[in-house]
């Protein structure tokens, strides 16, 4: 069934010469199925704004609409280094002061968005950064126009990820070059070179495929995105043994799990993203309803529910105007949002701590009493008594607010009580 209402993913890849439009569709497993794909003229890099233009006349994206930007990898940065395992009580602060030990820039003139995880008794952080100056041209295209950029990322990062398949992954133009080395669930090299002349890019990749098979990845297979096609011959004199494969458009079967993509920078807040994401559950619920009542309609006619059926029918009508109603308040929640917006750099990791509280205060059982309660950073460090410290993490688990609940120490059994301590990552 087309739902065109819907909340939808659509992706915008810069290449040399075209702009490629990509509209994904969610399914109810939270991945996205590419359904539509465009290409719009980009003669110039200053005509970007045109092609946008052409964009939005074509496809009319929506306010809850993820709109999701992939740029030349020579705009990004990524770093990897560890932090011990203490520094997730001030992560943002520890990220940001090892980062000006490995990025000669200021800070404050970059976007940049962390990920991180436990590996082997440390804290594994891959950082994605970019220039404001190189992002923002981009960006102001979009606001001109009232469309609200979501993301920006490299664009061969996604194709590989979107591919999921290991292998070498090469794109670029006539004015540059770009190498990724993906081994199915993360790149483990990238190398870009501007060029003059050597289009076929023989010295790029004479100069990189040395350093890529140094990673210890078998090379088996090399894909090439549009441009890079004319390094085929290239490549095949170079690695006689490889097997290439030259992708101009992404095939329709392709999915995409955006939650999961670790190479983005996200330009608006986790606020409003999460109340994109309710709006998106809301309209489900009332589409589950009508499909529901669709149905129902004529088994009731079928059985003589004359009655009923004129009930369901008043309630189609209340759900109807409710829905108009939300159209409009909809509309005039438009320049709030913008202003939200503007104020989400400022906001962006602040925690809701009432809500916090009131779910804490739902979900643990009656028979628990804390003793402390800390919020730092992104989670939350309980310490108390219980009949059961195994109920208190069940319970905290199936909360939709926490993820990640584990006991900070061994659990001490005093009598009939156990004494706990908790550390609870906020979703």
């Known amino acids: 069934?087309?739902?065109?209402?819907?909340?939808?993913?659509?992706?915008?890849?810069?290449?040399?010469?075209?702009?490629?439009?990509?509209?994904?569709?969610?399914?109810?497993?939270?991945?996205?199925?590419?359904?539509?794909?465009?290409?719009?003229?980009?003669?110039?890099?200053?005509?970007?704004?045109?092609?946008?233009?052409?964009?939005?006349?074509?496809?009319?994206?929506?306010?809850?609409?993820?709109?999701?930007?992939?740029?030349?990898?020579?705009?990004?940065?990524?770093?990897h280094f560890t932090l011990p395992l203490a520094a997730a009580e001030n992560l943002d602060d520890a990220v940001g002061y090892e980062l000006m030990r490995h990025v000669p820039h200021d800070l404050e003139?970059?976007?940049?968005?962390?990920?991180?995880?436990?590996?082997?008794?440390?804290?594994?952080?891959?950082?994605?950064?970019?220039?404001?100056?190189?992002?923002?041209?981009?960006?102001?295209?979009?606001?001109?126009?009232?469309?609200?950029?979501?993301?920006?990322?490299?664009?061969?990062?996604?194709?590989?990820?979107?591919?999921?398949?290991?292998?070498?992954?090469?794109?670029?133009?006539?004015?540059?070059?770009?190498?990724?080395?993906?081994?199915?669930?993360?790149?483990?090299?990238?190398?870009?070179?501007s060029v003059e002349g050597d289009t076929a890019g023989t010295g790029f990749l004479l100069h990189n495929l040395p350093l890529a098979e140094n990673r210890g990845q078998a090379l088996e297979k090399a894909f090439l995105w549009s441009p890079a096609a004319g390094m085929a011959e290239s490549l095949a004199r170079l690695r006689p043994g490889l097997a290439v494969s030259e992708i101009n458009n992404l095939p329709e079967n392709l999915s995409l799990d955006w939650s999961g993509f670790p190479y983005s920078i996200d330009l608006i807040s986790p606020q409003v993203l999460r109340r994109r994401r309710l709006w998106f559950k809301f309209e489900v619920a009332a589409v589950l309803f009508l499909l529901v009542a669709l149905i129902g309609q004529p088994l009731a006619v079928l059985a003589g529910k004359r009655r009923h059926l004129q009930k369901l029918e008043k309630r189609l009508a209340v759900v109807r105007l409710e829905a108009d109603k939300l159209s409009g308040i909809r509309k005039q929640n438009q320049a709030t949002i913008s202003h939200f917006e503007t104020l989400s750099g400022l906001v962006r990791e602040q925690s809701v701590t009432i809500d916090l509280l009131k779910e804490l205060t739902e979900v643990i059982p009656q028979d628990t009493w804390l003793r402390s309660l800390a919020i730092r950073a992104r989670k939350i460090h309980l310490q108390g008594t219980s009949a059961s410290a195994t109920t208190v993490v069940k319970s905290l688990e199936d909360s939709p607010l926490f993820k990640g609940v584990h006991f900070d120490s061994p659990v001490v059994k005093k009598g009939s009580s156990e004494t706990f301590k908790i550390v609870v990552e906020l979703e």
């Open 1 to 79: 069934m087309n739902l065109p209402w819907l909340p939808e993913t659509k992706l915008l890849l810069i290449e040399e010469g075209r702009l490629l439009f990509l509209r994904l569709r969610r399914s109810f497993g939270g991945r996205a199925r590419v359904v539509e794909q465009k290409e719009y003229a980009l003669p110039r890099p200053e005509d970007f704004g045109v092609a946008v233009a052409a964009m939005k006349s074509d496809c009319l994206p929506r306010l809850d609409d993820l709109l999701l930007l992939g740029l030349p990898l020579e705009i990004f940065t990524i770093v």
């Open 109 to 193: 003139g970059l976007y940049w968005c962390y990920r991180c995880n436990e590996e082997e008794g440390r804290l594994a952080v891959s950082v994605t950064l970019a220039a404001r100056s190189r992002v923002q041209s981009y960006l102001a295209a979009f606001t001109a126009l009232g469309l609200n950029l979501s993301a920006v990322f490299p664009a061969l990062f996604l194709l590989a990820w979107m591919v999921q398949e290991p292998g070498l992954f090469l794109g670029g133009g006539s004015g540059h070059n770009e190498m990724v080395l993906f081994d199915g669930q993360a790149v483990n090299f990238q190398a870009f070179e």
